[in-house]
């Protein structure tokens, strides 16, 4: 047999919470989800416009994926079972922080 096969059947092998899985990915969203808050209220109030407040919300974005990278200790398969669950949902993310973004430039620097 084969190493790879022995990885796969391995991998097969595993078994996961769901109940536990579903309520690390809750977890994720609700931190998502206050980052992007938080970032398009901060690129709202300070002014910024076109690339430097998406550039805000990338730079967000990336430290809140190094703070629950080392909160995992680098062993994120020990809490999702694949990358994809670890990084799929930025669009909503990004909606959030472009709705918040307007909104808080307008009221701080248009009225």
């Not at 970032?39 to 430290?63: D, E, K, P």
């Not at 999702?80 to 959030?96: D, I, Q, Y």
Request: hydrophobic content about 45%; aromatic content about 16%.
């Amino acid at each position: 047999m084969s190493e790879k096969s022995s990885k796969t059947e391995k991998k097969n092998d595993e078994c996961y919470n769901t109940a536990a899985i579903t309520n690390n990915v809750e977890a994720l969203e609700f931190g998502r989800t206050c980052q992007s808050c938080a970032a398009g209220m901060a690129a709202g109030i300070l002014g910024l416009t076109g690339f430097q407040g998406f550039i805000l919300y990338f730079i967000s974005v990336g430290i809140q994926a190094l703070i629950w990278n080392v909160k995992a200790q680098g062993n994120w398969l020990s809490y999702f079972p694949e990358r994809n669950s670890f990084t799929w949902s930025h669009g909503n993310g990004l909606l959030t922080f472009v709705l918040l973004w307007v909104f808080f430039y307008g009221m701080v620097h248009v009225y």
